[in-house]
């Protein structure tokens, strides 16, 4: 029974992480420049540790009681995505990406960290798929098994999460054009100002 709750949220939390959003956009981003990778990644993947066992906590419940929080997250979601989508519109438009020497460097770490908590703490939706979702679907398990299906949902997050960072070098022979920056920034541009407008006309729920 343990080993069945663990394999289920692992296909739980697989198919709730991997998807096209702004939190996997940026990693994606930040992955193909090398800039603070690991970093990035033990982030997202301790919000994910953190929101899922609250959920699994029935912390989740609580959020629930209480939509006035997920309206604040949604208005202050969609503020941060149009403005980052504002900045990717501009880099595209100047092409001011790119794959540079010491990128590790040059990059303000806190910067980067700040970035990365906004992408993942001001998104209303990761409550929603972690602590909600993930939340009431391990409520269906009882003792060990409903901590089990939590284990399974947190071991999808961190698979994905060092895949994504990491396994984006892959793509650097194709980013070594300038113009494939132009067009990444373009379409995460894109992906975030029509993340942000979604945020403002549908009320969570």
Known sequence: MLFASVIAGFGTGAGLIVSIG????FVLRQGLQCQHVGLIVATCIF??????????????????????????FRFGGAAFLGVNAFHSAVRAWKGTSGL???????????????ACLGYTFLNPHVYLDTMIMIGSLSSSYSGFAQWGFGLGAILASIVWFISLG????????????????RILDALVAILLMTLSVMLLLTPLS
């Open 22 to 25: 702004s939190q996997n956009a």
């Open 166 to 181: 990491y396994g984006s070098k892959l793509l650097l022979p194709v980013f070594r054009s300038p113009v494939a920056w």
């Open 100 to 114: 540079t020497p010491a990128s590790e460097l040059t990059v303000n770490r806190n910067q980067v960290l700040f």
């Open 47 to 72: 919000a994910d540790i953190l929101l899922i066992s609250c959920g699994v906590a029935g912390i989740g419940f609580i959020v629930q009681q209480w939509p006035v929080v997920l309206d604040i």
